[in-house]
């Protein structure tokens, strides 16, 4: 089991920043390449960013690249996701998830794909 718990989420004005930080607790962290996904009202989940288990490589979604950035402490058995120059359709419930992989380069950007899930932070841009 893995227990994931997200933080810093909030309300900022568009072209804000904010930076969101999922630390976990139990298996070892880095055996888990890492996800953020976002659910806004009435929409499903997406994919945001991902990262494999070394932090060697990086993916995001279209909307979100060279505004946000993915990145992860093993040590400290984070991940974080910084997100600048935000805009009001950023608006959001942002998860981290967590999905074992044995190959350092396996990243995955599907919901299926991943094994745990935080609660959840929201994060809401005003116009």
């Known amino acids: 089991q893995v227990q994931l718990v997200e933080s810093g989420g909030g309300l900022v004005q568009a072209g804000g920043s904010l930076g969101l930080s999922c630390a976990a607790a139990g298996r070892t962290f880095s055996n888990y390449a890492m996800g953020w996904f976002r659910q806004a009202p009435g929409k499903e989940r997406e994919f945001v960013a991902a990262?494999?288990?070394?932090?060697?490589?990086?993916y995001y979604r279209d909307s979100v690249k060279g505004r946000f950035t993915i990145s992860r402490d093993n040590a400290k058995k984070t991940v974080y996701l910084q997100m600048n120059s935000l805009k009001p359709e950023d608006t959001a419930v942002y998860y981290c998830?967590?999905?074992?992989?044995?190959?350092?380069?396996?990243?995955?950007?599907?919901?299926?794909?991943?094994?745990?899930w935080g609660q959840g932070t929201q994060v809401t841009v005003s116009s």
């Open positions: 998830a967590a999905s074992y992989v044995r190959d350092r380069f396996r990243v995955f950007t599907t919901l299926g794909s991943y094994d745990y």
């Open positions: 990262i494999t288990r070394n932090g060697d490589s990086t």
